[in-house]
C-alpha cells in the first residue's frame, strides 16, 4: 500500500474526525442501545430537545418520548421488519416540557449473526411542518397549503404536471408560478436523475429522497425532497416539499476531499497516540524532516529535538495541552542529515464526545528563512545603533573635549605674551607646567581618539608580537605618575616578569587609561594596586587595576563598555573624562583576543581585570 494510501486510510477511518464532521450538521444524529441508552448525540439534537450535550448523555430514550409506549411500539416495529431502514413521525418532549414532533430516520445496524446491536437515525424537527399539514386538513384548502409552508420549496402536483408552487420554491428555483403551473415536473430535474425521478412518479413513491433540480439561470441546485399524498376537495395530490442541502453536500465532498487536502498542505501535519508516539505524518513533515513515512510511524517527535529547546519550554507544553488547550511556540529541530531548521508550531489535544483527550495534532510551519531575515534585520538594527553612538561620541569630543583644552592652551599662550615683561621667571615656569600639562592631555585624547577612528575604519595595522608584560606596565605607570603626585596617590606594582604575544602599543594604551581612571576617581593619599595572576592551565595572564576609591553605582555597571550608553563623571578632583577610555579599552583587549570586566561597589572602590593569552594564536 502507497504512503497516499495509509495517509486517506487513516484520515477516512478516523472516528473522530467523523463525529467532528457530524458535529456540525444541522439536523439531528444519534446512535442508541436497543435497550434506550444513548450512545451518541451531536450538538444539533441536544439543542432541539433544549438540553446541554452533557446533561443529554444522562438521559435515556424513553425519558425523550411524551409517550413511553410510542418508544417501545417503535422498537418492536423495527424488530419484526426485515428492511434495515424506516422513517416515522414521532412525538417527543424538550426538557422545558415542550412537545414537538419530529422525523425518525432509523438504520438498524446489525452483527454478522444478523442481531441487532444499535439504532443510528437523525431526527428533524417537523412540529411546524406538522401543524401547517394538520391546518390544511381542516381547511382543505390548497392554497393554504402553499401560504403556510414558506421555508421549503413546495410544489403540488397531480401524475407529474404541477398544478401550484409556493414562494419558496419561486425562489429557490427562479421559476415564477405562472410558468412551472402546467409543466411536467421532470422538466425541471437535472438530466442525471430524470430516471430515478420517473421511478419515483410511476411508483407513487412516498418518503425522503435527494435530487438535483434545474434553476431558471441554468445552475444546479441539490435537494432533499419529502413527497407525500394529500386530498384536496376529495381530489389525491402529491404534493413535494425540499429544501436546499448545498451546504449538507459541501460538507460531504470536504470529508471525501479531506485527505488530499492534509496532503497537499504546506504545512507539517503530525498525529501522536497519548504515548507520544507519531501516528501519521503528511508528505510536508517528510519533505522538511528528510524522514519518511515508515520512518516516522511509531517513533517519538523527539527525532527531531535539538538541545536549543529547554526541559521548562518541554513542561509548559505538556501542561498546556494537558489541560485541553492548545500550545504554541517556535522549536530549533533536527533534520535527519543533521541539519537544523526552524518550525512555528501549533500543538492540540484531540478531544472525544467524552470529553477525553485520545490523540494529540500538531501543525507546524518551517519558518527558517523568516528566522534568518529577522536576525539579520536585528544585526541590521545593532549595527545602526553602534553607528550612529559612535558618529555622536566622535562629535561631543571634537566639540567639546578636544575644543576646550585647545582653547585654554591658546588663553594661556595669549596671557602669557601680554605679560611676559611683568611676571616673574617663577610664574613663568608655571605657566610653562600648565602648557604641557594641556599639551599631554590634549596629545593623549587626540591620540585615542585617532586610534579609535582607525579601528572603528578597519584601518589599524595590529601586529602581535612577544613583549615583557612587566615592561609594558612600568611604561604605563611612567606616563600617569605625575597626575597620581598631584593627588599624593601610590602606585603599587606586583606584576610578573612574563611575556607574552599581544600588540605592545595597545595593551600600553588599555593599561594607562585603567591607570587614569583609577588615579582620576581615587581620593587623595590612597593607593593604586597593579597586580598580576597566571593561569598556566589555561594559557592566560590577567592583569588588575585596583583602587579604593569612589567606586560604580550598580545600575551603570553594565553602561561602561557600550557606547550607546557610555557615561563620563567628575573624578574626586572635578577631573573631566570623555567616556571613550573605557569603550576604546574594550576594543583594543578584544583585537588582543582577550575580554576585560569590571568588579566595583560604590565608596570602596573599583578592580579592573583585563585577561589576555599567553601565547596568541594569531602570531
Sequence with gaps: MTNESKNINYLQGDENIIRAITDQLPIGVYRTSIGGKIIYANPALAHMLEYTLEEFYQLSVYDLFANRDDREEEVQSLMTHTEISKSKEILLKTKNG????????????????????????????????????????????????????TIEGIIMHKDGIIVDANPSAQNMTGYSSEYAVGRNLLEFIHPDYAEFAKSILNTGFTGTFETVLICSDGSSLDVEAEAKDVFVDKYEYKVVAFRDITKKKKIESEILTLSTAVKQSPTSIVITGLDGLIEYVNPKFTQVTGYSYEEAIGKNPNILKTEHTKSEDYKELWETISKGETWTGEFLNKRKDGTNYWELASISPIIDENGNTIKYLAVKEDITERKKTEAALIKSEQELIQANATKNMFFSIIAHDLKGPIGNFIQLLNLLKESFNDISYDEKIDYLNILTGLSQKTNNLLGDLLLWARIQMNTLEFNIEKVNIKTIVKNSVSIVEEKAKEKNIEIILEVEDLYIDVNENSIKTVIRNLLSNSIKFSHKNSKVEVFTQIKVQDNLVQIFVKDNGVGIPKEDIDKLFKIETSFSTYGTNKEKGTGLGLILCKELVHKNNGSIQVESKEGVGSTFCVTLPIKNSSV
Design 98 to 149: 415542550k412537545e414537538i414532533f419530529v422525523k425518525d430516520s432509523v438504520n438498524v445496524i446489525k452483527d454478522h449473526h444478523g442481531k441487532m446491536l444499535y439504532f443510528d437515525g437523525t431526527l428533524e424537527d417537523i412540529t411546524e411542518r406538522k401543524k401547517a399539514s394538520e391546518a390544511l386538513k381542516e381547511s382543505e384548502a390548497r392554497y393554504k397549503i402553499l401560504t403556510d409552508i
